[in-house]
């Protein structure tokens, strides 16, 4: 189809327009990915800190808490008569005014003489809590701990029940021996009790069990998001993780519960519980995407015992990348539009001066050769252009008159030549078939008389009679080839396959034909073929391609030498080898061996013969689908190797 110059002129302007829109949309979204990830990133930490800040800021409380109570009456008292319900009640009252879980004293030993919540059991020792050890030596600590089922029970109330849980199957969560959890998760503190002496008496803790404990989590959400909605969903979610369980949460489910029991997923647990490290990345957290930041939790002693999570919904940062894109892409389109039909002008402008030259090559290209285009008015390179078109095209009419008349002297010329082939063809075709049946009498009455049919023949006799036999079969060989050469390149050599055997009817026969020049150059045949390879084919083309093969073999083998014929069977071919100790070929010789009058010279000179049993043979070998080449090493051996289809 014929494009116009502007049409090329305008899409090649388009092509750079595209390469430099796709290379602004690259940089764009590389900018705009760049700008929403960070402002992602520089949210999620701060949300996180402001996390964490709240998380302090309970633990500052429960110190303060306990360092008001430690010194009033009412704890003094306790020291005095731990086992008074009225001294029980006061510190009960305390406990819930403070929004504590559990409150009780110990003695200097660690020795819990005082709980405030029912069966109010005492008597335990607590000497192994690194709270209590801290705070009998006169340190204010606080911080998480991890309370097993028998410290919880201890302390009273339903706080076994509250810590007790199940995990809840969690896609990409790591694999755990157990599936449920009876341990709790509490923000503790505790504080030494002194006397007015400043003697040690004691020391008072108190904690807050934080497993299915909401408010510490909703607390911070309002916090830090401002009890702010996006599209109907809360902007962001904050859980606290015993080691990878939910529990305490304001993630949902999709039935609205929440998401207590489920874990994090094996990155997660990789990267934060086993190797200490903050995580932050992308995540589908329940039923939405989130921007997460994962914190471990320590306790006073520095272990890894959970997680502290804060997730910011994806979704608005993606609308704020669509928004930016959708800007970025109405302001690009606008310049696209605007370059590209400011593009399409200058291209008209630019070629509409040779346009007309465009339309004359047309006309010209279509044979119309007394086709000219007037100059144009303005003096410039396209008038240069006109004038030299117009001179080319009175040139081109010169040139294609005279290519006429020349091309009907070459049609004439190769008719002629045509005619001389096809008659060189028939006269070898002809010579040779005459020529062989006249040799064929005279083989056969030199060998009449060389058997002493018609009576015997002195020595000298025999000895011109055995030469003349020996010639006439050269000359026979000889014009056999011509003949063959003349059907070949007459396009007459015909396959005629039927089923036979290439041992019992080509090599066999062969062999006993060859018997007398193999001894006279003392050659040793070794015949490694089968007993027996049947195969179809035409049975007297491929003798022709095995008597040449040998033949080359004999003659271009050393005297005293070895021919080993082989063949290696496969499923769809039969690969057949004739091997002869002789000289080797060159790379030159190799790639001109079957090629038509081709004789290689020997050791003694140029050999003897037509130069075309080998062109023959190729010629039949591809007629039966197969293939045929040569190959040598140094001066040891050389080897002809020719395939043909097996049977089915």
């Known amino acids: 189809m014929r494009v116009q110059l502007y049409k090329r002129i305008f899409l090649n302007f388009v092509l750079v327009i595209a390469l430099f829109g796709l290379l602004a949309g690259a940089v764009g ?61 006061m510190l009960e009252l305390a406990r819930r005014q403070g929004r504590c879980d559990f409150l009780s004293l110990t003695d200097t030993k660690g020795r819990v003489i005082l709980r405030t919540l029912a069966p109010y059991h005492t008597g335990d020792y607590l000497t192994q809590d690194p709270f209590m050890v801290r705070a009998l030596k006169g340190e204010t600590v606080s911080g998480f701990a991890l309370m097993d089922a028998g410290r919880l029970q201890a302390e009273g109330g339903d706080l076994e029940e509250k810590a007790f849980m199940v995990f809840e199957p969690t896609a990409r969560a790591k694999l755990r021996a157990k599936n449920a959890e009876t341990t709790g998760l509490a923000l503790v503190a505790a504080t030494p009790v002194d006397d007015e002496t400043g003697a ?26 401002e009890d702010r ?16 369980s939910r529990v305490a949460t304001n993630v949902k489910t999709v039935n609205g519960n929440r998401a207590i029991g489920t874990r994090v997923s094996e990155t997660v647990y990789d990267t934060v519980l086993e190797n200490n490290r903050p995580y932050y990345d992308r995540a589908f957290v329940v039923n939405d995407w989130y921007l997460s930041a994962y914190d471990p939790l320590h306790d006073i002693d520095g272990r890894v015992i959970g997680i502290l999570y804060v997730g910011v919904l994806a979704r608005q940062y993606d609308d704020l990348k669509r928004d930016l894109w959708t800007l970025y892409g109405l302001l690009s389109l606008g310049a696209v539009v605007l370059v590209l039909a400011l593009g399409f002008l200058f291209a008209r402008r630019l070629t509409g001066s040779i346009s007309s ?23 410039d390179e396209v008038r240069d252009l006109t004038k030299a078109f117009n001179f080319m095209a009175e040139r081109l009419e010169e040139r294609e008159e005279g290519m006429k008349k020349a091309n009907a002297e070459l049609d004439q010329t190769n008719r002629s030549l045509h005619m001389v082939n096809r008659n060189y063809l028939d006269m070898l075709g002809f010579v040779s078939h005459e020529l062989k049946n006249t040799l064929g009498v005279i083989f056969t009455s030199a060998k009449a008389l060389s058997m002493t049919t018609i009576g015997p023949l002195s020595p000298a006799q025999a000895n011109l009679v055995a030469n003349i036999t020996t010639s006439i079969d050269k000359a026979v060989g000889m014009t056999r080839k011509y003949l063959d050469l003349s059907r070949i390149e007459k396009g007459e050599l015909q396959v005629r396959p039927q089923p036979m055997d290439m041992v019992r009817d080509v090599v066999t026969p062969l062999l006993s034909e060859f018997r007398d020049t193999l001894a006279a150059r003392q050659i040793k045949v070794s015949n490694e073929l089968p007993e027996a390879v049947p195969l179809t084919g035409d049975r007297d083309l491929l003798q022709v391609v095995y008597k040449n093969l040998l033949d080359n073999a004999v003659k271009y083998g050393r005297p005293g030498g070895a021919i080993r014929l082989t063949l290696a069977a496969g499923k769809s071919e039969l690969r057949f080898e004739v091997w002869n100790e002789g000289d080797n070929l060159s790379e030159a010789q190799l790639a001109q061996v079957f090629d038509k009058f081709v004789r290689l010279r020997r050791a ?6 037509t130069g075309l049993g080998l ?15 040569a190959e040598c090493q140094g001066d040891q051996w050389v080897r002809f190797i020719f395939t043909l289809p097996a049977l089915a």
């Open 604 to 609: 003694e000179g140029l050999a003897q013969g």
């Open 29 to 89: 979204a590389f900018l705009i990915n760049r700008s929403t990830v960070n402002e992602a990133q520089r949210r999620v930490s701060l949300d996180l800190r402001s996390a964490w800040s709240v998380v302090q800021s309970e633990l500052d409380g429960l110190e303060l808490f306990l360092g008001a109570l430690s010194g009033g009456k009412r704890v003094q008292e306790a020291f005095q008569q731990p086992a008074a319900e009225g001294i029980r009640a």
């Open 615 to 629: 062109f023959i043979t190729q010629n039949i070998v591809h007629k039966h689908g197969g293939k045929i080449w």
């Open 229 to 244: 909605l996006y599209k109907g969903k809360q902007p962001g979610t904050v859980t606290i993780f015993q080691w990878d």
């Open 200 to 225: 040690r008496k004691g020391v008072l803790y108190a904690g807050i069990l934080l497993n299915r404990n909401h408010a510490l989590v909703d607390k911070i959400q309002s916090i830090v998001f």
């Open 357 to 379: 030259l465009a339309n004359a090559a047309s006309e010209i290209a279509g044979g119309r050769l007394k086709m000219r285009v007037p100059d144009p008015a303005t003096d």
